[in-house]
Nanobody
Framework: QVQLVESGGGLVQAGGSLRLSCAASGRTFSGRAMGWFRQAPGKEREFVATINWIGINAQYGDSVKGRFTISRDNAKNTVLLQMNSLKPEDTAVYYC?????????????????WGQGTQVTVSS
């Protein structure tokens, strides 16, 4: 099992940037794909980004393509989500997740470890 702790959320104005960090503990981190999801009030959890186990393949949700970048540092057991050009509709709780396997996943069902989430609020 992998334990995940997100940080870096906060309040930012539209057009600004934030960088979310996910710290993982557990020996299997480097062998697992990782992802970010988000959930806004009253909405379903939404796929944001995923990266495979060695960090050379990333996929993004349509709403964040070209603005968000996912990366990972296996030596530091960390996954980052750089968010640029933020919009009010990006406001949500952002969750870090670890997949069951090595390859990128876009469905929440493909992830079996989840963090507690970090709030991102974008003001207009």
């Amino acid at each position: 099992q992998v334990q995940l702790v997100e940080s870096g959320g906060g309040l930012v104005q539209a057009g600004g940037s934030l960088r979310l960090s996910c710290a993982a503990s557990g020996r299997t981190f480097s062998g697992r794909a990782m992802g970010w999801f988000r959930q806004a009030p009253g909405k379903e959890r939404e796929f944001v980004a995923t990266i495979n186990w060695i960090g050379i393949n990333a996929q993004y949700g349509d709403s964040v393509k070209g603005r968000f970048t996912i990366s990972r540092d296996n030596a530091k057991n960390t996954v980052l989500l750089q968010m640029n050009s933020l919009k009010p509709e990006d406001t949500a709780v952002y969750y870090c997740a670890a997949a069951a396997g090595r390859y990128s996943e876009v469905q929440a069902s493909g992830f079996n470890s989840w963090g507690q989430g970090t709030q991102v609020t974008v003001s207009s």
